[in-house]
């Protein structure tokens, strides 16, 4: 069985994507016609295609914040004795994010057809995978409306997570960038002011206001050409980084960055115990657990160490002797997970690591922002006053010779 990305229309002319499992295209074409939709395009989709898109923006994902918000709304209906079809049509009215609100609509008219729940979502790619896979894991033990609580749960510390990390990731770049516009509007506007004095200027200029000028005059001519060199690198980063080489290099790199590797490591750690906890927890299997642990993982490398993980358990050897050979995960986690081989008690243990990590994170990203804030406004200071003594070294310098001429 393999999954097949597709876009179609339905009755009403509105375009429709998602994907669905089938043992051929052909299939894959047939059933999507059963659900009442026109196929437009088929195509297998690869084991990393939800992370890697080769177009440059990609697809914009539903925030994890929204999905929280659908999972606990979800649940508080259903347990209120609200009929799965009802619910949906209820979030559907009442949900804000367009995307998300498309995707529940579809999903409503697949049950209403007479498909389960989970089956419905499958076909919507809005939906994440671990989210159908616990609905499915809800609807075989009666349970659904505890798996829909426990996703409200993830998706919201997802979401925390995120945010924290992003901020840590975020303010130093805009301060570097507050910077680099100070630099540049120093260079067009304020030193060509001074430009036609240090013309008159009989006297050779010093060294700094000569490479000053040389810079000023680079900038204002050639502007420009530095734009289209920023564009290039960015974009040629970006197309880079959607090959699978490219990917696995720069999410390497992201890993060995000073502080920020840590950082990133941390947090992967953090999303792993997460979603290992709430899946195990909620009765999945081992290896079901990390096949889809491994599909939530942004980074390829963890993506791929958490494949080799699965096989090794399949074949029987503990998880933890198998996180620990991987060589990506810290010895807090491979001794926590254990612990909890040997007591019979994972998830617990790995809830545990979950909530250690994500302190961690939130603690480091704290340190990290009071730590670059002093050390970017101290570069921008010296910066300014380079400027400065390279404006005011000639005025000077024709100072002291005009009081020895005197």
């Known amino acids: 069985m393999e999954t097949f990305s597709y876009k179609a229309v339905d009755a009403s002319g509105k375009d429709v994507k998602?994907?669905?499992?089938?043992?051929?295209?052909d299939e894959a074409a047939r059933k999507i016609k059963e659900q009442g939709f026109t196929p437009i395009s088929i195509g297998k989709q690869g084991a990393l295609d939800k992370d890697v898109n080769l177009s440059f923006f990609g697809p914009k994902k539903i925030?994890?914040?929204d999905m929280s918000v659908f999972c606990r709304q979800f649940a508080s209906i259903l347990k209120a004795g609200v009929s799965v079809i009802n619910a949906l049509e209820m979030l559907g009215e009442q949900?804000?994010?367009?995307?998300?609100?498309e995707a529940i609509e579809r999903t409503q008219s697949s049950v209403e057809k007479g498909e389960n729940l989970s089956d419905s979502m499958k076909e919507n790619e809005e939906f994440p995978s671990i989210l159908v896979d616990m609905i499915k894991a809800g609807e075989a033990s009666g349970s659904l409306e505890n798996s829909l609580t426990r996703m409200a749960v993830q998706f919201e510390k997802d979401a925390k997570l995120k945010g924290v990390v992003k901020k840590a990731m975020m303010y130093p770049i805009v301060l570097i960038f507050v910077m680099i516009g100070v630099i540049v509007v120093m260079l067009t506007f304020v030193i060509p002011s001074f430009m036609t004095m240090f013309e008159d200027l009989d006297s050779e200029l010093p060294i700094t206001t000569r490479m000053i000028l040389a810079m000023s005059d680079s900038v204002k001519g050639y502007w420009y050409v530095y734009l289209i060199v920023v564009i290039g690198i960015v974009v040629g980063v970006k197309l880079y980084g959607n090959t699978e080489n490219g990917r696995?290099?720069?999410?390497?790199?992201?890993?060995?960055?000073?502080?920020?590797?840590?950082l990133q490591t941390k947090s992967a750690c953090a999303s792993f115990a997460?979603?290992?906890?709430?899946l195990l927890q909620a009765g999945?299997?081992?290896?079901?657990?990390?096949?889809?642990?491994?599909?939530?993982m942004k980074n390829v490398l963890y993506y791929d160490a958490l494949e080799k993980v699965k096989s090794g358990v399949s074949l029987g050897l503990?998880?933890?002797n198998q996180l620990r050979t991987s060589g990506l995960f810290p010895p807090m986690v491979v001794h926590m997970v254990g612990i909890g081989e040997e007591t019979g008690n994972v998830e617990e243990m790995l809830t545990n690591s979950a909530v250690y990590y994500e302190e961690e994170v939130e603690v480091q990203t704290q340190t990290l922002t009071s730590l670059m804030e002093p050390i970017i406004i101290i570069l921008m200071a010296l910066v300014v006053v380079m400027l400065i003594l390279a404006i005011y070294q000639p005025m000077i310098q024709l100072y002291n010779t005009l009081g020895a001429q005197g």
Request: proline residues 7%; charged residues 30%; aromatic residues 2%.
């Open 18 to 25: 998602g994907a669905i499992e089938a043992e051929s295209k």
């Open 63 to 65: 925030p994890a914040r």
């Open 95 to 101: 949900t804000e994010n367009k995307r998300l609100k």
């Open 248 to 262: 696995h290099n720069l999410d390497k790199l992201k890993l060995k960055i000073p502080v920020f590797g840590l």
């Open 274 to 278: 997460r979603t290992m906890s709430t």
């Open 284 to 296: 999945m299997p081992m290896i079901d657990a990390l096949e889809i642990s491994a599909s939530t």
């Open 318 to 320: 503990p998880l933890s």
